[in-house]
C-alpha cells in the first residue's frame, strides 16, 4: 500500500487539518514475477478553521482508470512483441497463478498503450526517413524512386 497525506496544515489560514476520508484505489501489477495488488490510498484532510478540503492527486498511470499498472503492462508487452506470446496464453500463464485476465481486456490494454508511443514511432519514422540513405540488411525491399 502507497499512503499518500496531505500536509498537515492548512496553507490558506495555517490552521490543523484534519481527517475527512480517502479514496482508495488498486491497480494490478507483476512484480517479481508475481502478481501483487498495488493499493494506492490518498487520505483527505479538511480544515477545522475554513473547511478547506485537500488531497494529494493521483498518481499518473498509463491507462486512466485502469486496473493495469505499468509494471503489468510491460509484463505483456515484452511478452507479446518479445517473447512472441499471444495474449490468450498469457492469459492461461496467469490462470496457473490464479489471475483472471481476460484477453479481450489485455488487447485493449495494449491498443491503449501503443497510442501512448504514436508520437516516439512518428519521430523515429522521421529519423529514419530524413536520410539520404536507409540502411537494412540484404532482403530486397521494392521502393519507388
Known amino acids: 500500500e502507497h499512503v499518500l497525506e496531505p500536509e498537515p496544515t492548512c ?7 484534519q481527517a475527512l476520508g480517502e479514496d482508495v484505489s488498486e491497480q494490478l501489477g507483476r512484480i517479481a514475477a508475481a502478481f501483487k495488488v ?14 478547506r478540503i485537500v488531497q494529494p492527486p493521483a498518481p ?28 490468450y496464453r498469457q492469459s492461461e500463464i496467469a490462470a496457473r497463478e490464479n489471475v483472471k ?15 501512448l508511443v504514436d508520437p516516439l514511432v512518428e519521430a523515429l519514422r522521421r529519423y529514419a526517413m530524413g536520410g539520404v540513405k536507409i540502411h537494412a540488411d540484404d532482403t530486397p525491399i521494392p521502393v519507388l524512386a
Not at 496553507?11 to 487539518?17: P, T, W
Not at 499518473?60 to 495474449?87: C, M, N, T, W
Not at 481476460?102 to 501503443?114: F, I
Open 101 to 115: 485476465l481476460d484477453p479481450a481486456s489485455m488487447g485493449r490494454w495494449v491498443g491503449q498503450c501503443e497510442a
Open 38 to 51: 498495488i493499493r494506492t490510498i490518498r487520505r483527505k484532510k479538511i480544515c477545522a478553521c475554513c473547511r
Open 60 to 87: 499518473s498511470l498509463p491507462i486512466q482508470r485502469g486496473i493495469a499498472h505499468p509494471s503489468l503492462l510491460a509484463e505483456i508487452f515484452v511478452a507479446k512483441y518479445a517473447d512472441h506470446q499471444p495474449l
Open 11 to 17: 496553507a490558506e489560514c495555517g490552521g490543523q487539518m
